[in-house]
T-cell receptor, first 114, second 114 residues
Framework: AQSVTQLGSHVSVSEGALVLLRCNYSSSVPPYLFWYVQYPNQGLQLLLK??????LVKGINGFEAEFKKSETSFHLTKPSAHMSDAAEYFC????????????FGGGTRLMVKP | DTGVSQNPRHKITKRGQNVTFRCDPISEHNRLYWYRQTLGQGPEFLTY????????KSRLLSDRFSAERPKGSFSTLEIQRTEQGDSAMYLCASSLVLAWNEQFFGPGTRLTVL
């Protein structure tokens, strides 16, 4: 069975600083990987996805993530944080033939200080 | 394209009462998913439909839970004899079969059981 671990339930950065949100997955077969963002009182919005093409994936709002099979990781980064990036971020995985559902990590709340 | 909508947005009920939530997916999407998200956790898969057929159910979906999608468009999720442990955000998502890896989420229904 697959699982997703997000290290750090809360991350705080200053505006303009690098954002790094960590995600590690556990899967017996190569997974598809996703990052979603959730703003208060809103649904989840897809930021980016890895589907076995390029290992460096660029998403919306300047975010990107790199799939590293050797480290079973899919960390999310953004070079310069903006106040509007403050939200909850979820990493998720999907394994073909292991159920047609996304498996989510516990989430990381990103806080951006002025 | 008005996105995925869910009603009501908030529901407060007393333990033992029945509640029903509605999800209207994006109009051309033939897959519809239900997830549950408890405070501080990532969403957990409950069930999904392809058109009107319910193809998969999680073990989280106890006998008190029932979901329907009678005409392959909107879906309802009913919880009978609610318990305090049912308090959570109930999220609906939809996708196209051929774009299964891109799920669009609604804003959720927050259930509070007193």
């Amino acid at each position: 069975a697959q699982s997703v671990t997000q290290l750090g339930s809360h991350v705080s950065v200053s505006e303009g600083a690098l954002v790094l949100l960590r995600c590690n997955y556990s899967s017996s077969v190569p997974p598809y990987l996703f990052w979603y963002v959730q703003y208060p009182n809103q649904g989840l919005q897809l930021l980016l996805k890895y589907t076995s093409a390029a290992t460096l994936v660029k998403g919306i709002n300047g975010f990107e993530a790199e799939f590293k099979k050797s480290e079973t990781s899919f960390h999310l980064t953004k070079p310069s944080a903006h106040m509007s990036d403050a939200a909850e971020y979820f990493c998720a995985t999907w394994v073909i033939n292991a159920g047609n559902m996304l498996t989510f990590g516990g989430g990381t709340r990103l806080m951006v200080k002025p | 394209d008005t996105g995925v909508s869910q009603n009501p947005r908030h529901k407060i009920t007393k333990r033992g009462q029945n509640v029903t939530f509605r999800c209207d997916p994006i109009s051309e999407h033939n897959r519809l998913y239900w997830y549950r998200q408890t405070l501080g956790q990532g969403p957990e898969f409950l069930t999904y439909f392809q058109n009107e057929a319910q193809l998969e159910k999680s073990r989280l979906l106890s006998d008190r839970f029932s979901a329907e999608r009678p005409k392959g468009s909107f879906s309802t999720l009913e919880i009978q004899r609610t318990e305090q442990g049912d308090s959570a955000m109930y999220l609906c998502a939809s996708s196209l079969v051929l774009a299964w890896n891109e799920q669009f989420f609604g804003p959720g229904t927050r259930l509070t059981v007193l």
